[in-house]
């Protein structure tokens, strides 16, 4: 079992930054890949980055890149997702995600936080 809390959320004006943390916990978490999903109010859920065991590999969707960073501390158990010149599209509540396998399906990951919700003014 992996445990996994999300923080850092908040109100933003547009052009600003937010830095969300996933806290982990259980003893699957060493082996776990990371992914931050959101989900805006009448829309599906998206992905938005994904990071390996390794934190070799990245993947982010499209509308993000060169904006979002994720990373990972493994000695503290931790997944970073920094968000630069947010844009009120950004508005949604951020899920943090862990799978065996790195993916960028939500289907794909077995444990999920409880969210964060970022609001970006405009």
């Known amino acids: 079992q992996v445990q996994l809390v999300e923080s850092g959320g908040g109100l933003v004006q547009a052009g600003g930054s937010l830095r969300l943390s996933c806290a982990a916990s259980?003893?699957?978490?060493?082996?776990?890949?990371m992914g931050w999903f959101r989900q805006a109010p009448g829309k599906e859920r998206e992905f938005v980055a994904a990071?390996?065991?390794?934190?070799?590999?990245?993947y982010y969707a499209d509308s993000v890149k060169g904006r979002f960073t994720i990373s990972r501390d493994i000695a503290k158990n931790t997944v970073i997702l920094q968000m630069n010149s947010l844009k009120p599209g950004d508005t949604a509540v951020y899920y943090c995600?862990?799978?065996?396998?790195?993916?960028?399906?939500?289907?794909?990951?077995?444990?999920w936080g409880q969210g964060t919700q970022v609001t970006v003014s405009s």
């Open positions: 995600a862990a799978n065996e396998e790195l993916s960028t399906l939500s289907r794909d990951y077995d444990y």
């Open positions: 259980g003893r699957t978490f060493s082996g776990s890949a």
């Open positions: 990071i390996s065991w390794g934190g070799l590999r990245k």
